[in-house]
C-alpha cells in the first residue's frame, strides 16, 4: 500500500502556470516597495527647505544623501532661515526612526523650530519650548538636534545643542577643532528641559560645518574617525566654495558603510567688513585676530 504523497501538478503546463503566479506575486511586492519608498523620499524631499538664504558676508550650501538601506528613509533634516530680529537660524537633526512616520514627525519638527524661532531669539528658548511641544503631542519619538543662531551685526553666534552631532569649524588663521559644547538631551524626551547655551563671536573669516551622525558613523566606523575625517576636509577647505566643500564632507558616509541618512549644511563667513578707504586696494579684507568664545 502507498503511503500518502502531496499533491504534484499534473504537467509542465500546470508548473509553469504556478512558477508564473509567484513570479507575478513577487512583481507586485517589488512595486509596492518601490512606490513606498518613492513617496517616502517625496515625503522627505518636501520636508526640506526649498532652498538657503543669502545675507550678506554668509555663504551657505547644504547637501542630502538618502539613506543606504533600501526600504528604510530617515528623518534627518537641515533648515536655515531669517529669525524676527534679522539674524540667522540654523538647524540640523535626527529623527529617531526610519520610515514614513519619522518622515512626517521631522516636518513637524522643523516646522516647529522656525515657528519658534520668530517670537524669540534664545536658542535656549527655542530648543525648550519645541522640546515641551513634542512631548505634548504624544508620538513617542524623539530628535536630536542643533540650534545655531548668528547675527551679522555684531558677529555674535550663539549654539544649543540636543544630543546631536558637534559642528566642525576652521578659521582663516590656520585654528580649527571639534566643537563639543556642552548639550542636553535630545527633544522629546525629558519635560522642562533647559538647553545649554555657548556664545561666540566670529572676528576672521572662516567656515562652520554642520551634520548629522550618518555622515560620521557606520556599523563598524565610530563617530571620533569620522569626526577626524571631516575636520581634514574643513581645515584643507575652509576657503573653498561652500558648495564644493559640502560635496566633499558628505562623500564621509562612503568611508563609513553608513546605512542611516546623511546630511550636511556649510557656513561660510567672509569676515568683518573692512571699512570703505579712499586708497588702492580698499575692499581687500583686513586681517582679523580670531573666533572668539568657547571651543572656538
Known amino acids: 500500500m502507498r503511503g500518502h504523497r502531496p499533491e504534484q501538478p499534473d504537467n509542465v503546463q500546470e508548473l509553469l502556470v504556478a512558477l508564473g503566479q509567484l513570479v507575478d506575486q513577487a512583481l507586485d511586492r517589488i512595486e509596492y516597495q518601490r512606490a513606498r519608498v518613492e513617496l517616502a523620499e517625496a515625503l522627505q524631499r518636501h520636508m526640506l527647505p526649498p532652498g538657503l538664504p543669502e545675507l550678506p558676508g554668509l555663504r551657505l550650501a547644504a547637501r542630502y544623501a538618502p539613506s543606504r538601506g533600501g526600504l528604510e528613509v530617515g528623518g534627518d533634516w537641515y533648515d536655515?532661515?531669517?529669525m524676527h530680529d534679522g539674524s540667522l537660524g540654523l538647524t540640523v537633526g535626527d529623527v529617531q526612526g526610519h520610515d514614513v512616520e519619522a518622515i512626517a514627525f521631522m516636518g513637524q519638527v522643523r516646522t516647529s523650530l522656525r515657528a519658534l524661532a520668530q517670537t524669540t531669539s534664545d536658542t535656549q528658548e527655542v530648543l525648550g519650548r519645541a522640546n515641551d511641544l513634542l512631548i505634548a503631542m504624544g508620538r513617542g519619538l524623539f530628535a536630536t538636534c542643533c540650534f545655531l543662531r548668528f547675527d551679522p551685526a555684531s558677529r555674535d553666534?550663539?549654539?544649543?545643542?540636543?544630543?546631536?552631532?558637534?559642528?566642525?569649524?576652521?578659521?582663516?588663521?590656520?585654528?580649527?577643532?571639534?566643537?563639543?559644547?556642552?548639550?542636553?538631551?535630545?527633544l522629546g524626551i525629558v519635560p522642562g528641559e533647559r538647553y545649554p547655551v555657548t556664545h561666540r563671536r566670529l572676528t576672521e573669516a572662516g567656515v562652520l560645518v554642520l551634520l548629522t551622525d550618518g555622515v560620521v558613523e557606520g556599523p563598524h566606523?565610530?563617530?571620533?574617525?569620522?569626526?577626524?575625517?571631516?575636520?581634514?576636509?574643513?581645515?584643507?577647505?575652509?576657503?573653498?566654495?561652500?558648495?564644493?566643500?559640502?560635496?566633499?564632507?558628505?562623500k564621509v558616509a562612503d568611508l563609513?558603510?553608513?546605512?542611516?541618512?546623511?546630511?550636511?549644511?556649510?557656513?561660510?563667513?567672509?569676515?568683518?567688513?573692512?571699512?570703505?578707504?579712499?586708497?588702492?586696494g580698499a575692499g581687500r579684507r583686513a586681517p582679523v585676530p580670531g573666533v572668539a568664545g568657547a571651543g572656538i
Do not use: C, Q
Not at 565610530?222 to 558628505?250: C, H, I, N, Q, W
Not at 553608513?258 to 568683518?272: E, F, I, Q, S, T
Open 221 to 250: 566606523y565610530p563617530m571620533e574617525s569620522g569626526l577626524a575625517e571631516v575636520e581634514k576636509l574643513v581645515r584643507a577647505g575652509f576657503d573653498a566654495d561652500p558648495d564644493v566643500l559640502a560635496s566633499a564632507v558628505v
Open 256 to 280: 563609513t558603510g553608513h546605512r542611516d541618512d546623511a546630511a550636511v549644511l556649510v557656513v561660510r563667513y567672509d569676515g568683518p567688513r573692512e571699512p570703505d578707504r579712499p586708497t588702492a
Open 157 to 186: 553666534l550663539t549654539v544649543s545643542r540636543a544630543g546631536h552631532v558637534p559642528m566642525v569649524w576652521a578659521t582663516a588663521n590656520g585654528r580649527h577643532g571639534i566643537a563639543l559644547d556642552r548639550g542636553g538631551p535630545p
Open 80 to 82: 536655515a532661515f531669517v
